[in-house]
T-cell receptor, first 113, second 113 residues
Framework: KQEVTQIPAALSVPEGENLVLNCSFT??????LQWFRQDPGKGLTSLLL?????REQTSGRLNASLDKSSGRSTLYIAASQPGDSATYLC????????????FGKGTSLLVTP | SQTIHQWPATLVQPVGSPLSLECTVE??????LYWYRQAAGRGLQLLFY??????ISSEVPQNLSASRPQDRQFILSSKKLLLSDSGFYLC????????????FGPGTRLTVL
């Protein structure tokens, strides 16, 4: 069974810092890996999707990498802003369960002014 | 463009009462549909998924059930709620291939007292 782990569980940084969120998974037979953002009491917003054949994806200040063989992904946020404060969720897509996602518990990020 | 709706947004129900949560998708046809639950301190847990009308797969044995009476409508139900059913319920859809992201609704916050 796929297990997805995110480290750290919580992170607080001053505005302007670059930061890295980590995600690991136990079964490397994935179709893709996705990073989502969740604001308190809200649904999930897709940030980046990396196909299993890709090594990284970039969107603005966000860069996500994927090392499928080692079962790891990182989300890099450059020049953090208070508006980046949210919970970031990593999820992997396996071949079972009708293309449902396996989620980690998330990293709660607080960027202070 | 595609839109996903969930209602109600919040719900407070007594133990033993019935439940019906509704999810509808606009702007696409034959989507894969999913119900997830997010409980305090836990990651998102897949409850049910559907790859077509009348086709429901359950991931977790419990007192909840799901139905898909129409192509773009997904309903989560219970005959008798338990305290442990409290949580944030999220509906999601995808086109049903391994290259597509999942799109999430705004969620329903359920509190069982």
């Amino acid at each position: 069974k796929q297990e997805v782990t995110q480290i750290p569980a919580a992170l607080s940084v001053p505005e302007g810092e670059n930061l890295v969120l980590n995600c690991s998974f136990t079964d490397s037979a994935i179709y893709n890996l996705q990073w989502f953002r969740q604001d308190p009491g809200k649904g999930l917003t897709s940030l980046l999707l990396i196909q299993s054949s890709q090594r990284e994806q970039t969107s603005g200040r966000l860069n996500a990498s994927l090392d499928k063989s080692s079962g790891r992904s990182t989300l890099y946020i450059a020049a953090s802003q208070p508006g980046d404060s949210a919970t970031y969720l990593c999820a992997v897509l396996n071949s079972n369960s009708g293309y449902a996602l396996n989620f980690g518990k998330g990293t709660s990020l607080l960027v202070t002014p | 463009s595609q839109t996903i709706h969930q209602w109600p947004a919040t719900l407070v129900q007594p133990v033993g009462s019935p439940l019906s949560l509704e999810c509808t998708v606009e702007g696409t046809s034959n989507p894969n549909l999913y119900w997830y639950r997010q409980a305090a301190g836990r990651g998102l847990q897949l409850l049910f998924y559907s790859v077509g009308i009348g086709q429901i797969s359950s991931e977790v044995p419990q007192n909840l059930s799901a139905s898909r009476p129409q192509d773009r409508q997904f309903i989560l139900s219970s005959k008798k709620l338990l305290l442990s059913d409290s949580g944030f319920y999220l509906c999601a859809w995808t086109r049903g291939d391994s290259t597509d992201t999942q799109y999430f609704g705004p969620g329903t916050r359920l509190t069982v007292l």
